[in-house]
């Protein structure tokens, strides 16, 4: 009996470690981790509330409270997004006559991490969408 539970734990215990390895992998793949590490740095100690993670002003680091939604939304009204309003689980900007849908994702319980898409980003990936 103790050999067949020491065997079901190391199963149990090598599918933990397989999910948890696709999921980094699939996490280093979608983001610039070496962005968001030193996003992590900087957001940490406290240099900057809100980090440009993706260096192409898409993807944005902050930390899980009141100061750093409120720094995100006064560096959005700084660049001139203004609020529309809500699309799902997103918020709904307008920006040089553009509309766009700002994603907030939780990032290790402590940070967030917001995601900006545009019109082009929608026509770009509209052709791998399945119908």
Do not use: C, P, W
């Amino acid at each position: 009996m103790k050999k067949v539970l020491k065997i079901i734990g190391s199963v149990v215990l090598a599918a933990i470690v397989v999910i948890s390895t696709i999921k980094l992998i699939k996490l280093i793949k979608k983001y610039s981790f070496m962005g968001i590490l030193k996003g992590l740095g900087i957001v940490s100690s406290g240099e900057d509330d809100v980090v440009d993670v993706s260096g192409n002003e898409t993807r944005f680091l902050v930390r899980k409270s009141q100061e750093g939604i409120e720094a995100f939304n006064d560096y959005l009204d700084v660049i001139g997004y203004k609020y529309i309003g809500q699309f799902g689980s997103s918020n709904l900007y307008e920006h040089e006559g553009t509309e766009i849908v700002i994603k907030r994702s939780n990032l290790f319980n402590k940070f967030y991490l917001y995601e900006i898409f545009n019109e082009q980003y929608f026509e770009d990936t509209a052709d791998y969408l399945l119908v």
